[in-house]
Nanobody, 114 residues
Framework: VQLQASGGGLVQPGGSLRLSCAASGIIVLNHVMGWYRQAPGKQRELVATITTGGSTNYADSVKGRFTISRDNAQKRVYLQMNSLKPEDTAVYYC?????????WGQGTLVTVSS
């Protein structure tokens, strides 16, 4: 199983980025897919998840600004991030889980700075 996250970079406050997570070895539709982030000196935290039924859940800090979506055919999960703030700066990780099985991808760095 591999989860390949991409799309990070440097963006100014108020800008947008779209992260992509490409999955191989699993059926995305059968897993709860999520994005997490870890800022320097802080613990990893939940950003957003999407269930097998398509229900979504967001951290309060990103509600209304971030949108998680899934392309089952392409085996990809996306995180559209709008109105980015400096406090969104972190390494963003993709995660898949199904029952007791859990998989993490490598992170992609998002830096929000002027």
């Amino acid at each position: 199983v591999q989860l390949q996250a991409s799309g990070g970079g440097l963006v100014q406050p108020g800008g947008s980025l779209r992260l992509s997570c490409a999955a191989s070895g699993i059926i995305v539709l059968n897993h709860v897919m999520g994005w997490y982030r870890q800022a320097p000196g802080k613990q990893r935290e939940l950003v957003a998840t999407i269930t097998t039924g398509g229900s979504t859940n967001y951290a309060d800090s990103v509600k209304g600004r971030f949108t998680i979506s899934r392309d089952n055919a392409q085996k990809r999960v996306y995180l559209q991030m709008n109105s980015l703030k400096p406090e969104d700066t972190a390494v963003y990780y993709c995660k898949a889980n199904r029952g007791s099985y859990m998989y993490w991808g490598q992170g992609t760095l998002v830096t929000v700075s002027s």
